[in-house]
T-cell receptor, first 114, second 109 residues
Framework: EPEVTQTPSHQVTQMGQEVILRCVPI?????FYWYRQILGQKVEFLVS????????KSEIFDDQFSVERPDGSNFTLKIRSTKLEDSAMYFC????????????FGPGTRLLVL | QKEVEQDPGPLSVPEGAIVSLNCTYS??????FMWYRQYSRKGPELLMY????GNKEDGRFTAQVDKSSKYISLFIRDSQPSDSATYLC?????????FGQGTRLTINP
């Protein structure tokens, strides 16, 4: 069964460093998403991406964040200058089409900013 | 008023019990209603998906939606220890999903 994959599974970084989280969505899906979950809190939407551009983003997704689809298979989330409060589980998701389509989640990358 | 409210639990029941999990929501723009299951330190996994008021059944799971009351439920029949997880309600009106806090459920053998 096709699935969303994410690398790395864990990332530890120093405050102020840049990190890139990588995702391989399901191959025939066209819509891609990033969510995050701070420990003990709810899963929160960050951004959605379609046709090589951001289609929706939350207020969390500020100028420190960017997303890219550098090739036909990868989808990345970059955090330019990490802060302590960026420590969270980051989930990538993809869907075949947009609203009304199921979003399938990857296993997540646990980011720890020291 | 919060957009989504879900009792975080924890909820602990004996094996074989019927489990009832609930969420309320305030945003009338939500059109699609989902339940995800999340095991510890894993990604959410879709369990049930519906868009209309009423019941939808899949094996031991039944999702119930009452749009007039803005209330959704998930029922688990004949609960098993493997059902122990956090259950997240999720709502969609535009592209993004809006999640509840999650209810941590433990099924005791």
């Amino acid at each position: 069964e096709p699935e969303v994959t994410q690398t790395p599974s864990h990332q530890v970084t120093q405050m102020g460093q840049e990190v890139i989280l990588r995702c391989v969505p399901i191959s025939n899906h066209l819509y891609f998403y990033w969510y995050r979950q701070i420990l003990g809190q709810k899963v929160e939407f960050l951004v959605s991406f379609y046709n090589n551009e951001i289609s929706e983003k939350s207020e969390i997704f500020d100028d420190q964040f960017s997303v890219e689809r550098p090739d036909g298979s990868n989808f990345t989330l970059k955090i330019r200058s990490t802060k302590l409060e960026d420590s969270a589980m980051y989930f990538c998701a993809s869907s075949e089409r947009t609203v009304s389509e199921t979003q399938y989640f990857g296993p997540g990358t646990r980011l720890l900013v020291l | 008023q919060k957009e989504v409210e879900q009792d975080p639990g924890p909820l602990s029941v004996p094996e074989g019990a019927i489990v009832s999990l609930n969420c309320t929501y305030s945003n009338s723009a939500f059109q699609y209603f989902m339940w995800y299951r999340q095991y510890s330190r894993k990604g959410p996994e879709l369990l049930m998906y519906t868009y209309s008021s009423g019941n939808k059944e899949d094996g031991r799971f039944t999702a119930q939606v009452d749009k007039s009351s803005k209330y959704i439920s998930l029922f688990i029949r004949d609960s098993q220890p493997s059902d122990s997880a956090t259950y997240l309600c999720a709502f969609q009106g535009a592209q993004k999903l809006v999640f509840g806090q999650g209810t941590r459920l433990t099924i005791n053998p």
